[in-house]
């Protein structure tokens, strides 16, 4: 919401689905589960044909009853659900179903496609990055298709069908010629287009997590971190577009009261988007498991070299240490103990036989890798 600060965390992590609130209650009850992302809920209405076209805005149930329909298709948006009042009034205009309505509440669903006869109702997510760290958030973006309108409804403004209105707007492409199904298209069209920008940040994300591995600018736990992070998001968006694909495949083969066949060939394109994304991000997928591996190598690596770099300062020292404990045994009779210089022969044995270990360990190349 405006006016609070971001936390580290993204809203998404930071707060559950309070399904409390449903138990007990009966089949279609309109409860908002989800988070409240606007301060109250705004209604735009889109009036158009090929001849005609009208924009208006509600900022209230109450001011939109008076408007009456001057073209063919309308296309109704309604940013924020927290208001089950606005529901029940869109629902009762439009004669949606209880569950219709529950479900566009329940701002969690799995996206997929119900059939209710004179009407269609799908559910897609979309997705957007919090900011340069990778993070994710998601928006539940709720479509039911009927023979003459088009709903749609959001949990808050994204821009995401901006440019679909003002293809309207100028009366551009194919939109004012067509139906309602074709809107629904070029709004299905939209939300795929925007996971390949999302695909590009995780692509990103990716590439920086390399160059950082390659380079060592961070922290190793802030690499295991940042993989963590790219692969849970990789999964989360993977786990929502998987099954727009059967969405997809079923708004194909649907009846042509609802959507004809013209548009069924538009949407078999866009299926074939969404299997494209879903096939960049299992390569993603693939990377950031390269990358893990990448991590722990190096690390092993880095830790061989110190391992060694101790073994080899306990090596140069073990002659010090030998010599040292022979001249300090308790005999009477011992070599250089009378001798005024037996001190300095002695450490110069200790060197001598450091600097024989050093330059030994130098031709092999056990100190240049890391010196």
Known sequence: MAG?????????????PDYSRKIGQPPGALIHIGEIKTAKPSITLFDYDETGFFESRFDSIEASRSYQPNCRVLWLNVYGLQEPEVMAEIGR???????????????????????????????????????????????????????????????????????????????AGLLRQNGPDY???????????????????????????????????????AHMRAINLLKHETRELRRSIWPLR?????????????ICKTTQLYLRDVYDHVVQVVESLDAIRDTAGDLM????????????????????????????????????????????????????????????????LTALFWRRRWLRSRV
């Open 293 to 356: 591996d990448l991590h722990l190598a190096l690390e092993s690596q880095r830790l061989n070299q110190e391992v060694r770099v101790l073994a080899v300062l306990s090596v140069l020292f073990l002659p010090a240490t030998l010599i040292s404990g022979v001249f300090g045994m308790n005999f009477h009779f011992m070599p250089w103990l009378d001798r005024p210089d037996g001190f300095k022969l002695a450490m110069l044995l200790m060197l001598a036989a450091a600097g024989s």
């Open 183 to 221: 809107l629904a298209y070029s709004l299905l069209d939209a939300v795929v287009d925007h996971y390949f920008g999302t695909l590009e940040a995780l692509s990103a994300q990716a590439d920086r997590i390399e160059d950082q591995l390659a380079d060592g600018s961070i922290a190793p736990i």
């Open 93 to 171: 205009r439009f004669k949606l179903h209880a569950l219709t309505l529950e479900d566009i509440l329940n701002t969690h669903q799995r996206p997929k496609l119900d059939d209710y006869g004179h009407y269609l109702f799908f559910v897609a997510r979309v997705w957007r990055p919090v900011d340069d760290s990778g993070e994710l958030v998601s928006d539940q973006i709720s479509i039911v298709l009927g023979s003459r309108f088009v709903l749609t409804f959001q949990e808050r403004p994204g821009g995401l069908f901006e440019p679909v209105r003002e293809r309207l707007r100028k009366g």
């Open 246 to 258: 059967e969405v997809l495949a079923g708004l194909t083969r649907v009846e042509e009261h609802l």
């Open 4 to 16: 609070k600060p971001r936390s580290n965390r993204s809203p998404r992590r930071n707060k559950r």
